[in-house]
């Protein structure tokens, strides 16, 4: 078993091997086997486009959180320049599970807030997972009112199983940190574009969602619960995730159906963590996009708009 | 959960699940009967003095739960008294399935509680100051918040907005409705913006927090107060104890996210025994509306 792959890519991953062996043998004695690996190659990419083609949205949740998946950094590193991360709430502490800094990307100067998981089980320790406490949130929040006071448009990258449920998070008032984003957001006076890079998870992502544009990576979740967490409560099991992922209807494509999310960026074959640059060239030309859109809308009707767009949701029957 | 430290585990016991329980449980804090038994101190009680008491055992001052329109009927004046936004109704439009359709929970829901939804809305008094207060009934889904919970609370805050009078909100509910899935993460966002409106016009919002408060209404209106009050004892946080104790793999400690702890912490202003709520908040609304109270 191939950890780089998930159980439903295994035949993928085997087909991959396969090429790697005849890639040994081919560099060892020099016999000649390419087009046997352009077969191959071609196969493995028809497979991997007819596996991606059916994925269910158990599978996608999965996507989602596969350990290979690009993370804020990854991005930050390949969309923006002159990035300088900010630290600290001035409150308490810093919260290495949300990044914040001042940015560029082509050449419009812009802050950037986005939750931060580790790769290696060091890195993902400190991160906590990308697990916020309330100081995480409250240097978001610092910092949007910064972005605010100089006119700055806010992007923030949502990747997150959901807020730290810990005893010093809830000690320090974790409720109330999500709370005062969701209030402060809601009135912003600068462009707000938030984008959907991986696990959407509930309030902890909302506290950094609330937007004029919501936009998602075509891999990526958002989701009032896990699969996972909806199963144990409502199924009473975690054999449910299958079921409860499809009820929740938490993938990209049903969001936009819903007109919850505004657009998704497709991702390339195989998912994002497959070609890392081409999904950071997607994702730039999307903020850019988006960026420019917002950016000529005067202030005021943004914000009004914003505030519209949030009365909107939900739906109800009269009488 | 812990062991001990508790000395009504019972009680206790039945509580915890209440978070993620939709059906089932408890259905009523107060059984049919002349007599009944305090869940916390068990001392027997004359139903008709518990119910004078307003459902605080006269023994050990526990706060029992109580339903969103006795909450409101014991809170607010006499006269005068109009329901809002009653006419917003759920409705299935996800077609949401677990074990039981969503569809045949609300049916179930609204003939246990005679309610429409978790979320009751009035205009009436306080001491004579026009308010708008709303509870949250949490024998209805665990009080969790949908489509029909956001919007009546934001209609509760236009109504305050327009006559410029507080609002004043009693929550009680597991957080967001699941089987609203995305939609319902959404009504933090609603409620909360439309707190923001509120605040921007000088319009003092209240919050209740009662037992128990917890995830998405916890994260969202029931932390934004102007003055956060919580009844005794309260449970009230973002995660689940349970959730917590299985993340963090340690016992929690004694009263912890209980309202004792959170006014330790910071997190509200007071806790108010509910006796005297009406006398508390009147003046409270009254120094900062600037209007009199009786």
Redesign the interface.
């Known amino acids: 078993m191939n950890l780089n792959f998930l159980d439903f890519e295994q035949p993928i991953a085997e087909l991959e091997a396969k090429i790697e062996e005849l890639r040994y043998i081919g560099n060892d004695a020099e016999l000649n086997i390419t087009d046997e690996i352009t077969r191959l190659r071609a196969r493995s990419q028809e497979l991997t486009r007819n596996i991606f083609s059916n994925l269910t949205a158990h599978q996608i949740s999965r996507l989602a959180r596969h350990p290979q998946r690009p993370y804020t950094l990854d991005y930050v590193q390949r969309i923006f320049t002159d990035f300088e991360e900010l630290h600290g709430d001035r409150a308490f502490g810093d919260d290495p599970a949300i990044v914040c800094g001042l940015a560029r990307i082509g050449g419009m100067p812009v802050v950037v807030i986005g939750h931060q998981k580790g790769r290696n089980t060091q890195e993902t320790i400190l991160r906590n997972y990308g697990m916020a406490k309330p100081e995480g949130y409250r240097k978001a929040l610092r910092v949007m009112k910064l972005a605010e006071r100089f006119g700055l448009p806010l992007v923030t990258l949502i990747d997150t199983p959901g807020?730290?449920?810990?005893?010093d998070?809830?000690?320090?008032?974790?409720?109330?940190a999500?709370?005062?984003n969701?209030?402060?957001?809601?009135?912003l006076q600068i462009p707000i574009l938030a984008c959907v890079i991986g696990e959407g998870g509930?309030?902890g992502a909302?506290?950094i969602?609330?937007a004029d544009r919501i936009i998602m990576l075509e891999y990526s979740t958002?989701?009032?619960?896990s699969p996972e967490g909806?199963a144990a409560?409502?199924?009473?099991s975690a054999e449910?995730a299958g079921?409860?992922a499809d009820?929740?209807?938490?993938t990209s494509s049903r969001?936009l159906e819903?007109r919850?999310v505004d657009q998704v960026i497709p991702e390339p074959l195989g998912g994002a963590h497959r070609d890392v640059g081409e999904t950071a060239s997607r994702l730039r030309a999307a903020l850019l996009e988006n960026l420019s859109t917002l950016k000529r809308i005067p202030v005021q009707q943004l914000v009004e708009q914003?505030?519209e767009r949030?009365?909107r949701?939900?739906?109800?029957?009269?009488? | 959960m812990t062991e001990g430290g508790f000395g009504t585990m019972n009680w206790f016991k039945r509580l915890l699940p209440s978070r993620?329980r939709t059906e089932g449980i408890s259905k009523r804090a107060v059984p049919e009967g002349v007599w009944t038994s305090c869940p916390a101190c068990k001392a027997m009680l004359y139903r008709a003095e518990l119910e004078r008491n307003l459902d605080v055992c006269p023994k050990c001052g526990h706060h029992m739960r109580i339903s969103a329109r006795r909450r409101l009927d014991k809170f607010l004046d006499a006269e005068p008294r109009s329901e809002l936004a009653g006419?917003?109704?759920?409705?299935d439009?996800?077609k949401?399935?677990?074990?039981r359709k969503y569809k045949d929970r609300l049916t179930q829901a609204q003939k246990d509680t005679g309610e429409a939804d978790a979320l009751v809305v009035m205009r009436g008094a306080l001491r004579g100051m026009p308010v708008v207060a709303c509870a949250f009934e949490f024998e209805f889904m665990g009080g969790s918040m949908?489509?029909?919970v956001?919007?009546r609370f934001?209609r509760a805050t236009d109504a305050a907005l327009q006559e410029r009078i507080p609002l004043v909100c009693f929550s009680a509910s597991g957080g967001?409705r699941?089987q609203?899935?995305?939609?319902?993460?959404?009504?933090?966002?609603?409620t909360?913006?439309?707190?923001?409106?509120l605040?921007?016009q000088g319009v003092p919002f209240v919050s209740v927090l009662t037992d128990p408060t917890m995830?998405?209404v916890?994260?969202?209106?029931?932390?934004?107060g102007d003055v956060n009050v919580a009844e005794p004892n309260a449970l009230?946080?973002?995660?689940?104890p349970r959730?917590?104790e299985q993340?963090?793999r340690?016992v929690?400690?004694e009263g912890?996210?209980r309202s004792e702890f959170l006014l330790a912490?910071?997190?509200i202003d007071m806790i108010v025994d509910r006796r005297q709520l009406r006398d508390r908040l009147g003046s409270i609304l009254s120094i900062l509306s600037g209007k009199q109270a009786t």
């Not at chain 1, 807020?163 to 005893?167: E, K, M, Q, V």
């Not at chain 2, 609203?180 to 609603?190: D, N, R």
């Not at chain 2, 009230?236 to 689940?240: C, K, N």
């Open positions: 807020a730290y449920p810990g005893i998070a809830e000690e320090r008032g974790q409720s109330e999500i709370a005062r969701l209030y402060e957001m809601s009135g509930s309030g909302l506290a969602g609330v958002y989701s009032v619960i909806c409560i409502l199924w009473k449910g079921e409860a009820a929740l209807g938490l969001l819903l919850l914003r505030h949030l009365m949701y939900g739906q109800f029957g009269r009488g | 993620i006419d917003v109704r759920p409705v439009f996800l949401f399935k677990d074990t949908g489509s029909v956001g919007e934001v967001a699941m609203e899935a995305l939609v319902s993460l959404m009504q933090m966002g609603k909360s913006a439309a707190l923001r409106r605040g921007d995830g998405g916890s994260a969202s209106l029931a932390m934004l009230i946080g973002f995660a689940g959730v917590i993340t963090v340690q929690l400690p912890f996210q912490h910071g997190a």
